[in-house]
């Protein structure tokens, strides 16, 4: 029980296509009583709201959530205001930076994430207050005093790697959701939190977690999918991970992408689609000219949302309107039917357009839900493989659990279901009831006992440089062989010493300790060395510079001259967490 003097838990999900939290009271019994959903407007039933934001000049937040959407709706972003999307999936693609959709302005994505985690500790501190003691007045509100209140708990891909989660570690720092030996805060693998999800709250048969079960969390940027096995130690419930974390950027918003490359650039041409995305943009920073643009510019963007979320069998057959006035009239000698018919040349017979423009004033196009049928199996083609080979690694998986935003798409899931069961037809689809909040409330059991996770696979072997001693069998292919003045004999000065190796079992809370000998650098007389650790997917590696090896970070040793000659230092990595730390002491 590691709540120790915290009054309560909360979740944070910062996600690709939608943001939230949820949180819980301290259980006096070490259950939780009741979950509560942090409720922003006009999400109605769903408990998270878009990851969206206009900041200003002074890196205070204009509008978040869907306030953005209603924002650039009825009125335009002032000088100075900028609007950031899709910001969890820069950070995906390693980008240190971000640039703002409708302005030059480019913000350091750590700085960006850390507005928003403190813009959701504040709104979640007083959602506590409200509900716990009336408290209304949030200029009253001392956030940093509450805040040593909270065990907070941040979900993460489990695709992630190291560099995502320091950058994510660093953001809530920033926020003041975690101090600087990073003991306020947990970060909580997705899977992972909708795994304690799955065995707490559904009503499932015991008999479904006594063998390897699928986590398959699908959102708007990524699919993270794993592997777990349900075990008991001395009466208490654990979790084995059977396989490395899979997936990829195999997200819903993936659909609208191909949507747009795929069919509207196809039937309008790419210059034009350009031209209006351009004049959208302009149209947020005020352009009075184009304020038609930005208003038929959103409406088509959430038009296509709803062709892609309206999928079913029975439409299949059937097509759905979308208003393209947009494109004629800026582009007032686009003629509809020359167009539809070049798109209908070009495209696949099965994405041909049969109708469009029922009178002079209509410019709808009807786009047969073939397309988003075809889209959506595409993308659901790239997940089955994934889970597929899941189920090859790890015999008698007997359960897929579908959790995430994208899972409410029925249609997906049935698609999922049929490809899974073709090969593998005793296998058991779960959909839970509101996947969406899987991630979130898993997050709050997690955050409560964390040790529950026995173990984990290595993603990768990790070790470190090292003067291995020589051996000719070991090293002599392509070592570099050097006389070490302070062992008196020959070393390995590009050795690879590992700590653990490629698909090993991590025990939870896992450490390693070396000993390390600091150099004499003859030029100043002081002792140093760089501790640098790397990685590699290959499960054995000998040499730090062999291919397919990274460096992960390093600890710049260097000290005075004096006591320090011999294996007085002790480097200690720890593993088997959800983050990387490193710790390097001398042993006196």
């Not at 006096?28 to 942090?38: L, Q, S, V």
């Not at 490359?261 to 920073?285: A, M, R």
């Not at 959506?376 to 579908?402: A, G, M, P, R, W």
């Amino acid at each position: 029980f590691i709540m120790d003097k915290k009054e309560y838990i909360v979740a944070i999900d910062f996600g690709s296509s939608t943001a939230g939290y949820a949180y819980a009271l301290k259980p006096k019994d070490g259950k939780i009583n009741k979950i509560y959903d942090c409720k922003f407007k006009k999400t109605g039933e769903k408990v998270k709201t878009l990851n969206e934001v206009i900041i200003n000049d002074s890196n205070e937040i204009v509008k978040f959530g869907y306030d953005v959407r209603d924002y650039m709706k009825n009125s335009k972003l002032k000088k100075g205001e900028h609007l950031y999307q899709r910001i969890k999936m820069n950070l995906y693609k390693n980008l240190t930076e971000i640039e703002s959709v409708n302005s030059t302005k480019s913000i350091d994505i750590v700085t960006l994430i850390s507005i928003i985690l403190e813009y959701l500790k504040k709104d979640a501190i007083q959602s506590i207050l409200n509900q716990t003691k009336g408290y209304k007045d949030a200029n009253k509100i001392d956030y940093n005093k509450e805040s040593d209140k909270i065990r907070w708990v941040l979900t993460i891909p489990a695709i992630w790697d190291e560099r995502n989660k320091f950058y994510m570690m660093e953001a809530a720092k920033k926020a003041g959701i975690v101090d600087e030996n990073n003991k306020a805060l947990f970060f909580a693998l997705e899977p992972e939190a909708a795994s304690y999800y799955c065995s707490k709250e559904l009503e499932v048969d015991d008999n479904t977690f006594k063998k390897p079960y699928i986590i398959c969390d699908l959102g708007g940027g990524t699919a993270d999918i794993v592997c777990h096995e349900r075990v008991f130690e001395k009466g208490i419930e654990k979790i084995i991970e059977k396989c490395t974390p899979k997936g990829g950027p195999f997200g819903s918003d993936e659909i609208n992408k191909e949507f747009e490359e795929q069919v509207l650039k196809l039937l309008f041409g790419e210059d034009i689609y350009k031209t209006i995305k351009s004049e959208f943009l302009q149209s947020l920073n005020g352009n009075q000219n184009l304020k038609q643009i930005q208003h038929k510019y959103i409406r088509l963007v959430e038009q296509i949302n709803e062709f892609k979320e309206g999928l079913n069998d029975d439409y299949l057959n059937e097509s759905f309107p979308i208003d393209c006035s947009l494109f004629f009239i800026k582009f007032k000698g686009l003629d509809m039917e020359k167009t539809v018919s070049n798109y209908n040349k070009n495209c696949y017979p099965e994405w041909r357009i049969t109708e469009y423009g029922r009178d002079i004033n209509d410019q709808t196009i009807f786009f047969p839900y073939k397309i988003i049928y075809d889209l959506t199996k595409n993308l659901v083609d790239k997940i089955s493989k994934i889970l597929l080979q899941i189920i090859s690694e790890v015999k008698d998986v007997s359960t897929i659990f579908y959790v995430g935003g994208f899972s409410n798409s029925t249609f997906a899931f049935e698609l999922l279901k049929n490809d899974i069961n073709k090969k593998n037809p005793k296998i058991n689809h779960l959909l839970p009831p509101n996947p969406e909040k899987a991630i979130l409330r898993g997050a709050i059991y997690y955050g409560l006992s964390p040790h529950r996770i026995k173990s984990r696979k290595a993603k990768y072997t990790l070790g470190m440089n090292a003067y291995m001693n020589w051996d000719e069998k070991i090293y002599g292919k392509k070592g570099i062989k050097i006389f070490d003045k302070q062992k008196n004999s020959y070393c390995c000065e590009n050795a690879f010493l590992t700590f653990i190796s490629k698909n090993d079992d991590i025990p939870y809370d896992n450490k390693i300790t070396k000993q390390l000998a600091l150099r004499l650098d003859t030029q100043d007389g002081t002792f140093g060395g760089h501790l640098v650790l790397y990685k590699s997917n290959k499960p054995k590696v000998t040499y730090i510079d062999e291919d397919g090896v990274e460096e992960v970070g390093k600890l710049d040793l260097f000290v005075e001259s004096g006591n320090y000659l011999g294996d007085n230092f002790e480097a200690t990595i720890e593993l088997g967490g959800t983050y990387l730390n490193v710790t390097a002491s001398h042993r006196e």
